[in-house]
């Protein structure tokens, strides 16, 4: 194996967005710094197994689904 290849593996802070702080190994960053999440599994709907809404903005949504409705969409 070539060495120096690979980045350094090390253990890292993960702060949910609940506050809850989880260690974890990463290539990110340095050993011991936190990265804070936006978004994290224990809130996400494609996680969590719940559903979204499809949000219709100018009604983009509706021209999209008018021009191909005819394939099947």
């Not at 709907?45 to 809404?53: D, L, M, V």
């Amino acid at each position: 194996m070539k060495k120096n290849l690979h980045p350094e593996y090390h253990l890292i802070d993960v702060k949910l967005t609940d506050g809850t702080v989880v260690q974890m190994k990463s290539t990110w960053g340095k050993e011991g710094d936190q990265l804070s999440l936006d978004i994290d599994p224990s809130v996400h709907p494609a996680w969590t197994g719940g559903s979204t809404k499809l949000m219709d903005s100018g009604g983009r949504v509706s021209k999209f689904k008018k021009k191909y409705e005819g394939l099947g969409f």
